[in-house]
């Protein structure tokens, strides 16, 4: 195929176009080694950015966060280095550009991936788009997180809560994140949950109008006041108290509650007893055996 001056137009275009420092240019990847990184700017000149230049981010490692083929724009620190290449600063683009992107990430609630680079009074520190953005200990986790400590290093997923580029503020959140994957998988749990189940749980709080049982797995149903007992009774603390572990049956799954039943719990273990089968000793016979008789032979001395 005839090569025409047409195919080269972009480039030759390119080659010709003014730059001035403080320009923005972007350019991909060519090499990348620990002392700098070289950019292909379809220009008569390649760009240079030193690695001391690329990031802020405390322990930042060039080689393993950029490759060849990598797009990147950076700011025109000089035309000329002294070797005919043109000297860039991705830091300096960084203060241009990443604040726009950051807000663009506030607004569409993208999850970011970030790893906790520092600690600090109330919180950690962690880098998005070079930019040192703060995560409260409240926002770090669903409950608050006393030893921040343990978070040093470690990847966390976030989503930008508040940026302002006059004042350099950005917060980043953890939580609502969390918190929307912790009720997914409560919906999917309550979803497989069996109306007839009977289970245990523990009383986590009373109410005027019934007991909330916890059932484990992030789980937690309700008991209605006329399901807690037989007796008739005016408030939940008469036949049950915080802290108790109580027998409990599903007797409703609807809009992602749960419906339970101490009173229903008790009834079916009372008739498995009653019907329970007992081998009568030193006799190859069988019996069923009701309540009443059972206790019925039982001695007190």
Request: with cysteine; glycine share 8%.
């Amino acid at each position: 195929m005839t090569e025409t001056m047409k195919d080269y137009e972009e480039e030759l275009e390119a080659s010709f176009k003014k730059i001035d420092e403080g320009d923005i240019l972007t350019g991909t990847v060519i090499s990348v080694d620990e002392k700098e990184i070289i950019l292909d700017l379809k220009y008569y000149a390649e760009g240079i950015i030193p690695a001391e230049d690329y990031s802020r981010e405390p322990g930042f490692n060039i080689k393993e966060a950029v490759h060849v083929g990598d797009e990147v724009s950076a700011t025109v620190v000089r035309k000329d280095d002294g070797h005919g290449n043109i000297l860039l600063s991705r830091v300096e683009a960084t203060d241009v550009l990443a604040w726009d992107k950051l807000k663009e990430y506030k607004e569409s609630g993208e999850i970011l991936d970030v790893v906790v680079k520092g600690i600090v009074n109330g919180g950690v520190i962690a880098y998005v788009e070079d930019v040192r953005g703060f995560i409260p200990a409240s926002k770090l986790a669903l409950s608050y997180v006393e030893n921040t400590e343990d978070y040093l290093n470690k990847p966390v997923q976030v989503q930008v809560l508040d940026v302002n580029k006059e004042s350099g503020r950005l917060i980043l959140s953890a939580k609502e994140i969390l918190r929307a994957k912790a009720e997914e998988e409560r919906k999917i749990k309550v979803s497989n949950l069996e109306v007839g189940l009977v289970t245990e749980g523990v009383v986590e709080s009373l109410q005027p109008y019934g007991a909330f049982v916890d059932l484990g797995s992030g789980l937690s149903g309700l008991v209605h006041i006329s399901q807690i007992c037989e007796k008739r009774i005016k408030k939940p603390s008469e036949a049950v108290a915080v802290g108790d572990k109580v027998k409990v049956k599903v007797i409703a799954v609807k809009d992602g509650k749960i419906s339970l039943s101490i009173k229903e719990a008790s009834d079916m273990m009372a008739k498995e007893i009653e019907e329970e089968v007992f081998e009568l000793p030193d006799s190859g016979e069988q019996a069923t055996t009701s309540l009443g008789s059972l206790f019925a032979n039982i001695r007190l001395d």
